[in-house]
């Protein structure tokens, strides 16, 4: 309708370089605090950002007639 200002998100890059540490616009603290999309967005981001410095994961160790399929072959 006219008149009406329309919604801007932020984009997922400006999402990714807050959660990122890049600092957050006063804009988009204000837009963060009203829009549950893109709050969860941003909180998806976070929890990427904290596996990925955790580490990676441990493999499962292979079954042991894996292993003895290799010793076999050797």
Same mark, same amino acid.
């Given at each position: ?6 919604? #801007? ?5 400006? /999402? ?15 837009? /963060? ?13 976070? #929890? ?22 290799? #010793?076999? #072959?050797?």
């Amino acid at each position: 309708m006219p008149g009406q200002s329309q919604i #801007r998100h932020p984009s997922s890059a400006d /999402l990714a370089l807050i959660a990122l540490g890049d600092g957050t616009p006063h804009a988009t603290k204000r837009h /963060l605090s009203r829009c549950a999309t893109c709050s969860t967005t941003l909180q998806e981001f976070f #929890r990427v950002l904290e596996a990925g410095r955790a580490g990676p994961a441990r493999p499962a160790p292979p079954p042991a007639d894996v292993w003895e399929e290799i #010793r076999r #072959r050797l």
